[in-house]
């Protein structure tokens, strides 16, 4: 009987040490920015990029956005795109920029699987006259604990 039990406490144990390892979903994110200013002009760039990964899911999304400014002519761009995979589930990819003298981009995308295991990724850049922002979100979920969760953000002002 006491063996029984030693056994049945010992496979408990073992379960218990390994639940968290059971369950490996991450998400990471990174973002940078410099700018330059002088009497000759004025110069920027600001990006964000992310990723998440969880159970035969994966998401990432990236933007950039760049500005350059003399005192007689002006020009900048944005950038954005992502992407996203599963197994055997459903998948989601949206990415667009918009915009004249102000320009916006952003990137969604998703995976889902059955049984409740997602990653997703979110990245909005702005180009705003002389301020470049961007900032991403990065998810992901198995159930059985809280979602791997990363933001990184970034913003330049090029003194306009």
Do not use: C, Y
């Amino acid at each position: 009987m006491t063996s029984r039990f030693a056994i049945s406490a010992a496979a408990a144990m073992l379960l218990l040490g390994t639940a968290g390892a059971a369950f490996p979903q991450s998400a990471s994110t990174v973002g940078t920015g410099a700018g330059s200013a002088g009497a000759s002009g004025s110069s920027g760039v600001v990006g964000t990029g992310g990723s998440a990964a969880a159970g035969g899911t994966s998401a990432s999304s990236l933007g950039l956005g760049a500005e350059s400014n003399t005192p007689s002519a002006s020009s900048s761009s944005l950038g954005t795109g992502g992407s996203a995979a599963a197994v055997n589930g459903h998948v989601m990819s949206h990415s667009g920029v918009h915009g004249n003298q102000n320009l916006s981009g952003q990137s969604m995308d998703q995976a889902h699987q059955p049984g409740g295991v997602w990653s997703k990724s979110h990245t909005v850049t702005h180009d705003r006259r002389g301020e470049l922002t961007s900032r991403t979100k990065s998810m992901s979920h198995e159930p059985g604990g809280p979602p791997a969760k990363s933001t990184s953000g970034s913003s330049v002002n090029l003194g306009q």
